[in-house]
């Protein structure tokens, strides 16, 4: 849900500038083409929106059902996959109401309605949507209490809204959910004369506050913007860290979003090339501890650019995520034309990287596309004046190769065919993907059967598929295999896990393997004795030193070795590589039996021999 708002503030100086020419560099790293995939269409109405779980508040602040420009607010329920309108409610005194539904926030079961500077909560009882309280600041009607749209944020049991106009610089008050009803629980104020515009944008999550305020200025950077950051306990909030680090006139603090130790912070000015172009600032912390993470742009640096910032009042140019970040680029200039666009970002290894830039139309698309975004998990919706556009955003999942195989190891020489899980958690439930949709690997290989089994104990049914090893297209040695595939409701899926892939004949060194006594072809083994001895033989060309010990593998037994020491089995002056398996571990049959051993050396070098074993003792 959006627990985010916008500043359309300093909308006075977002004005354009003359448009110089100047080189723009086009990035290309994309995760999948599906990575985000439009589903539905759905009609707009130019107020607010918020979207959390399977349910979608659309506002319509002109509508005439209740009164010339009453205004309403539509419900959007998913249902089977599909979002459909389900109900539609109004002011409890319309009669007093103007443009109800002008902007948005929702929480659950209750949301935050702004009407021509009112702020009204409403809650769902009973399957419908009615009307609780309004939010009343305790000087009110004696100060300043017209909330600009834009500028609220609704989290559990508390509410924010920016006044950035009240007061010498700014005010935020802040609400909770009393007995008997929502009262300001603080207000809150800047004590640097420097600061301005405090309050045009906010966003809460949880005991966290992001407080924007772009107009501001710090020593030696005149109208950086900043974000302030300010954290509850008990009733009292307070100020605990400044998100800094912009540069002069980058007018920080125009939109704001935080989510779950994340925030961001988008500016419309970036100094080094002297006009508008937008970007947007990424911190992670908590409390008083924020670092920076970077910050990311779009891909035309050219005057005029607003990547980030919405042109729409409401509007929110950002959304926020699981190590998700989706950035509106409403005014996207390419040799002369006007384009629209939005862009996702992923957090990978503690770097924000771009995958995918996406518009509805693909090439021509409405002007103020991206300037409304909301999030909630990986359903993304995208409003402009008189449309909804509806997308799902791949999911990132935890996949198993050959579950119960502790070292994901596959043999090419005796494995025709093997079978990878998507493994559900408390957030996604695996039975969700289409069978059909999902490829494996290098070749997009497809699977050739399916099945639900609980893979890991945790008593949630995964999803497992079968694939042909030949398919697959394997190399051998040690890998990451990738799994894609859609959901039934369009979204896409990718997982990935490690494997290690054995028997490519061609491709490894090929390793002589004894087993004592090593006079004979076939070592000699019982089932009454305690262990297995097994030596990797020097060569030409193999050392056995400069092999990786944790890398060795028993055929698919998952052994490890006891004990590992070199000697010269073989009296040419080189060492051999001893290794001593507890026999219980190996669970070998009686019988003449040929296993593979294989292995890495330390230069990644991939090798494998055939030993042959004579076992007896048999009961």
């Known amino acids: 849900a959006r627990m985010n708002a916008i500043s359309s503030v300093a909308r006075r100086s977002l004005h354009f500038y003359a448009f110089g020419l100047i080189a723009a560099l086009f990035l290309i790293s994309r995760l999948s083409a599906a990575d985000v995939v ?16 399977d349910v979608a508040l659309v506002g319509d602040p002109g509508n005439d059902d209740q009164g010339e420009d009453v205004g309403a607010v539509h419900v959007l329920s998913r249902i089977a996959g599909r979002w459909t309108e389900t109900d539609i409610f109004y002011p409890a005194d319309p009669s007093t109401a103007t443009g109800f539904g002008q902007d948005i926030a929702l929480d659950g079961a209750r949301a935050l309605i702004v009407a021509s500077g009112e702020a009204f909560i409403v809650e769902l009882q009973d399957g419908i949507w009615v009307q609780q309280d309004q939010l009343l600041p305790d000087c009110a009607p004696a100060c300043d209490t017209y909330f600009r749209r834009g500028s609220l944020a609704l989290s559990q049991d508390h509410a924010a809204l920016g006044a950035w106009r009240a007061g010498s610089s700014g ?201 409304q975004l909301v999030l909630s998990g990986t359903t993304l ?69 399916h099945r639900v089994r609980n893979v890991n104990a945790d008593g949630l049914p995964d999803l497992e598929l079968r694939f042909q090893t030949e398919a697959v297209d394997l190399s051998c040695g040690q890998g990451t295999l990738t799994l894609t595939g859609l959901t039934y409701s369009g979204g896409s899926v990718r997982g990935e896990d ?27 083994v019982s089932l009454s004795d305690r262990s297995l001895y097994v030596v990797l033989m020097s060569q030409e060309g193999f050392d056995p030193g400069t092999v990786d010990t944790a890398s060795i593998r028993l055929a698919d037994t998952g052994a490890a070795p006891r004990g590992i020491n070199l000697v010269d089995r073989n009296g040419d002056g080189v060492l051999d590589l001893r290794l001593r398996y507890r026999l219980s571990d190996v669970s070998l049959s009686c019988g003449d039996l040929n296993i593979w051993v294989s292995g890495m050396t330390s230069a990644g070098t991939t090798f494998s021999g055939l030993l042959a074993l004579a076992v007896s003792g048999c009961p």
């Open 38 to 53: 439009m589903t539905q269409t759905l009609p707009a109405y130019g107020g607010g929106l918020d979207v959390d779980g």
């Open 171 to 371: 005010l935020v008050y802040v609400f909770k959910k009393r007995r008997a009803g929502w009262r300001q629980e603080a207000l809150l104020e800047p004590t640097d004369k420097r600061v301005s515009e405090f309050g045009a944008s906010v966003a809460l999550d949880g005991q966290t506050l992001i407080v924007g305020a772009p107009e501001t200025s710090t020593y030696k950077v005149p109208v950086s913007g900043a974000a302030y950051v300010y954290r509850r306990r008990g009733t009292t909030w307070t100020e605990r860290a400044q998100l800094g680090g912009c540069h002069y006139y980058a007018h920080c603090g125009m939109e704001v979003a935080v989510h779950e130790g994340t925030a961001a912070v988008s500016s419309f000015y970036q100094a080094e090339y002297g006009d508008t172009t937008g970007s947007v600032y990424l911190y992670s912390g908590f409390a008083s501890n924020w670092v920076s993470e970077g910050r990311v742009k779009g891909d035309w640096e050219m005057p005029g650019n607003y990547f980030g910032n919405s042109l729409r009042n409401p509007g929110d140019a950002i959304a926020l995520g699981d190590g998700i970040l989706v950035a509106g680029d409403p005014l996207d200039h390419r040799s002369g034309s006007e384009f629209a666009s939005a862009y996702l970002f992923r957090r990978i290894d503690g770097a924000w990287v771009r995958m995918q830039k996406f518009a509805p139309d693909g090439v021509a698309t409405p002007e103020d596309f991206g300037s």
């Open 381 to 449: 919706m995208a409003g402009v004046s008189d449309r909804l556009y509806v997308y799902e955003i791949g999911r990132e999942i935890a996949i198993d190769v050959i579950p119960g195989n502790p070292h994901n190891a596959l043999n090419l020489q005796t494995q025709e065919r093997f079978w990878v899980a998507a493994v559900s958690d408390t957030d996604f439930d695996a039975l969700q993907i289409d069978p059909d949709s999902v490829r494996l690997g290098p070749n997009d290989a497809a699977s050739d059967a």
């Open 498 to 524: 490690l494997i290690e892939v054995r028997g490519c004949i061609d491709a490894e060194i090929r390793i002589t393997v004894k087993a004592p006594p090593f006079s004979s072809d076939r070592g000699l």
